[in-house]
Structure formats: C-alpha cells, structure tokens
C-alpha cells in the first residue's frame, strides 16, 4: 500500500539558509500535518492542512510557512535556519472520515550547520 | 493550552517482565491514540481509545481510557525483544481538531 512519501530524507544547510521540505500524502487522504521532532524529544505539531486550507497552527515559528497544494502534496518552507532547527521534520496524513489515525512518512532530517 | 503528560520517561526491563506507561492530560480529550516509534523510525499507530472507561486489548497490549477521558494507559505483559522502542500517546482535544498533542514518550529497553 502506499505510504506518506517524503523528501528529502536528509538535508544539510548552514545557519541563515533556507530549506525546503516536500511531503505527498497517501492518496485520497484529506489531512497533511507537519512535525519536529529533536533528539531524543517528542513529536511537536508545527501546523496542519485539511482539505488544502490551514485547519491549526501549534509551535511553528514565524520563520517557517507552510502550505498544501492542488495535488494535496505539502511543502514546509524554513528561512533564516538557525542550529536550533535541526531536527526530524514527520509529515504525516489522515484522512478524516476514518478513525483519524495518523500516517506518518520517515522524516526529513535536517542538520544545520 | 493542551498538554499531555505521560511517565516514566524511560523503562528498562528484563524480558518477560510487564511494563506500563502512562498518559495524563491537561484537557478533556476526545480521543487519545497510541503510537510506537522504534529507533531510527517513525511512530506507528497502535491504538485509539474513544470511550469513556474504554479497554481495548492487541494480544500482549491492554490499553484503557480513564472514565474522566483525560488519562490513559498502556499496559505489556511479558515483554518481548520486539516491544522495544518509544511509546507515545497522543491526545486529540476536540474531533476533528487536525492537532494531535502527543506526550512526551515512554523509550523501553529490554535485557534478553
């Protein structure tokens, strides 16, 4: 079965530069969200999507925007990185007349540097 | 806002002991779901618990939702080599909220 799909899976950039992450839902799914996760940390919500419109916003900074396309794929966009934002970056999708199971993808790891 | 507590934040057992962790949170939850990330991986879906006083059982794994719906527990008996990993709870404040708040993790290991 398909599963969530993300890219890339590992990423280094230096402090002040940008990144972008990509993710595609599993098909027919109508709720992409967006995790980080540190070291050894819990999986904290940056923000998700329902149907392509922001449906909630947790502990995203203002740094990074996020949106969900046509195609129901998503992009995290991050600027002025900072050490700090190194980290696992989950997407992960659902779809909402289910149990709302989460499907999570394998990550994005960004390092910066 | 919300909050999910969940403990012990680590847990070493000798194979075929039990092993529990647990989940409060701040809020009332709608639901509460169980995820387990195993090193190097991605949390997978073990369970979601909806009811009030709900008790639901995956072979080895007893998982209950507190009667007030703002604790929860998951329970292994006789641990496996194969249960190690981090066990999350994640709770949902409202259905449909599209927010899953997960706790902050049980990381098990186990001695063969």
């Known amino acids: 079965a398909a599963g969530v799909i993300q890219s890339p899976r590992h990423l280094i950039k230096e402090k002040r530069e940008t990144a972008t992450l990509k993710c595609y839902p599993i098909?027919?799914?109508?709720?992409v969200y967006w995790y980080q996760q540190g070291p050894g940390q819990d999986p904290q919500f940056l923000i998700s999507f329902y149907e392509k419109m922001q449906s909630d916003k947790g502990s995203i900074p203002d740094r990074f925007s996020a949106q969900q396309f046509s195609d129901y794929h998503s992009e995290l966009n991050m600027s002025s990185l900072e050490l700090g934002d190194s980290a696992l970056y989950f997407c992960?999708?659902?779809?909402?007349?289910?149990?709302?199971?989460?499907?999570f993808g394998e990550g994005s790891r960004l390092t910066v540097l | 806002g919300q909050q999910v507590m969940q403990i012990p934040q680590y847990q070493h057992v000798q194979e075929g002991e039990d092993f529990t962790t647990y989940c409060n949170s701040s809020?009332?939850?709608?639901?509460i779901q169980w995820y387990k990330q195993r090193p190097g991986g991605h949390p997978v879906f073990l369970i979601q618990?909806?009811?009030?006083?709900e008790v639901k059982k995956q072979k080895r794994l007893t998982f209950q939702f507190g009667e007030a719906k703002k604790n929860s527990s998951l329970h292994i008996t006789a641990t496996q080599t194969t249960d190690v990993g981090t066990y999350f709870c994640?709770?949902?404040?409202?259905?449909?909220?599209?927010?899953?708040?997960f706790g902050q993790g049980t990381r098990l290991t186990i001695n063969p």
């Open positions: 098909p027919r799914h109508d709720t």
């Open positions: 809020t009332t939850l709608s639901n």
């Open positions: 994640a709770g949902e404040g409202s259905r449909g909220a599209q927010k899953l708040v």
């Open positions: 992960a999708s659902s779809f909402s007349g289910s149990t709302g199971e989460l499907f």
């Open positions: 618990l909806v009811k009030s006083g």
